[in-house]
């Protein structure tokens, strides 16, 4: 069994940043794939950012392109997401994921992001 546990949300200003984190821990843990979803109230979850496990190749929503970097440490197993000028859409729950052979079937419980104007 994989657990997911979010850190680092909160409120900010526009154009701040912050720093979310997800610490991972399970006996056999080893994903294809993590990322970083997030879903705004009355909309649908979207992925944000994702990077393979083992080679570190990462794929971002064209929203976030140039603002947002994801990261992951294989020996802690955890995962980032560096979130810089952030913007009032942003605002949303942020759920850690992982996934294996395409499927997500692990998820954290999310942490909230809020961006004032």
């Known amino acids: 069994q994989v657990q997911l546990a979010e850190s680092g949300g909160g409120l900010v200003q526009a154009g701040g940043s912050l720093r979310l984190s997800c610490a991972a821990s399970?006996?056999?843990?080893?994903?294809?794939?993590m990322g970083w979803f997030r879903q705004a109230p009355g909309k649908e979850r979207e992925l944000v950012a994702s990077v393979t496990w083992s080679e570190s190749r990462t794929n971002y929503a064209d929203s976030v392109k140039g603002r947002f970097t994801i990261s992951r440490d294989n020996g802690k197993n955890t995962l980032h997401l560096q979130m810089n000028t952030l913007k009032p859409e942003d605002t949303a729950v942020y759920y850690c994921?992982?996934?294996?052979?395409?499927?997500?079937?692990?998820w954290g419980q999310g942490t909230q992001v809020t961006v004032s104007s």
């Open positions: 399970g006996r056999t843990f080893n994903p294809s794939h």
């Open positions: 994921a992982a996934a294996n052979r395409g499927i997500w079937p692990y």
